[in-house]
């Protein structure tokens, strides 16, 4: 029974549309401010394409509590039951135990504060990927059927800065995630991408991994690290698309854009085991070094964007 609703899910999707809300909560400081906002842009640059595609990004003062619930508002009044909805979280997250909370400008927003904004949104398919640090406290909220749950972190207590949304944001782009071949990108298919990819920077920067990413489909509030048959995760994931295939098929990258998606890895992985290393470093070093990152790491992604 559940195969069959899944197809017809699939079925509809040629006709449903596709509602997507981004946002890029507090950075706390201004490099992860920068940062968060970044994602964010790159996120909504990826998704957007299509007359049935309908984004909305909200990123630095904008992305307030009222705002996000706007948001949200604003789906629920447009959104159809046979629609696809997505809600993509980027940013800080705290938890105090009892509580999983998205820190934004001004007041937080809890996560029975987001599952009571979501579960107004008629449409059946949704999917949330919070990719905020103490996101995995966030599940027991967030999971219910036909709903996809991603967190970039397996606890509460998993509380550094996540850098699981860059690769989530190159899970959209990048062919090596379409594991299938079939030109389009699934959730399923961009939390595989994005896990292993953060699990090989951990280990590449001889870091202690400090956040592990977890999904559950299946209203279960206990997510997996890894979705198969065997624990019945992942089928729905596999069915919500997030990037459709083109008439010309897969993106492939000729191979000199390939050799400058590598160069921004590697940047970007300098970045991030910088700001690990700031507070024992000089201060004014520090800005140095991050300012001829930040500086190649742009001209680096407009030599992509050409």
Same mark, same amino acid.
């Given at each position: 029974m559940r195969i069959g609703l899944l197809v017809l899910c699939l079925a !509809? /999707?040629? $006709?449903?549309? /596709?509602?997507f809300?981004?946002? #890029?909560? %507090?950075?706390? &400081?201004? &490099?992860?401010? @920068? $940062? *968060?906002?970044k994602w964010a842009q790159d996120l909504d640059r990826e998704l957007n394409g299509?007359?049935? @595609?309908?984004?909305? @990004? %909200? #990123?630095?003062?904008?992305?307030? =509590?009222?705002?996000?619930? $706007?948001a949200l508002n604003k789906v629920t009044e447009q959104a159809s039951a046979s629609d696809a909805f997505a809600l993509f979280l980027i940013g800080h997250? #705290? *938890?105090?135990g009892r509580e999983y909370k998205f820190n934004l400008p001004g007041p937080d927003m809890t996560g029975a504060e987001l599952a009571k904004a979501l579960n107004r949104i008629p449409a059946h398919r949704q999917l949330v990927v919070d990719m905020t640090s103490c996101s995995g406290a966030a599940l027991a909220a967030l999971a219910r059927k036909d709903r996809v749950v991603i967190s970039a972190t397996k606890s509460g207590t998993e509380k550094n800065a996540p850098v699981f949304a860059r690769y989530w944001v190159d899970a959209l782009h990048d062919p090596a995630a379409d594991t299938d071949k079939n030109g389009s990108i699934s959730a399923l298919e961009a939390?595989?991408?994005a896990d292993r990819k953060t699990t090989a920077y951990f280990e590449t920067e001889k870091l !202690?991994? @400090? &956040?592990?990413a977890l999904i559950t489909d299946t209203a279960n509030a206990i997510g997996v690290r890894d979705p198969k048959p065997e624990n019945g995760q992942g089928l729905l994931a596999a069915s919500f698309i997030l990037i459709r295939a083109k008439g010309d098929g897969a993106k492939v990258l000729p191979p000199e854009k390939q050799r400058l998606v #590598? =160069? =921004? &890895?590697?940047l970007e992985a300098k970045i991030d085991r910088l700001k690990y290393e700031k507070a024992a470093m000089d201060e004014n070093d520090y800005k140095q070094q991050l300012t001829a990152l930040l500086l190649e790491l742009a001209r680096t992604q407009a030599e992509i964007d050409k």
């Open positions: !509809l /999707n040629i $006709q449903a549309a /596709n509602y809300v981004i946002v #890029s909560g %507090l950075g706390g &400081e201004p &490099e992860y401010d @920068t $940062q *968060f906002a299509g007359a049935d @595609t309908h984004v909305i @990004t %909200l #990123s630095g003062p904008a992305a307030t =509590k009222q705002q996000v619930e $706007q997250g #705290s *938890f105090d939390f595989r991408y !202690l991994a @400090t &956040e592990h #590598s =160069k =921004k &890895e590697d």
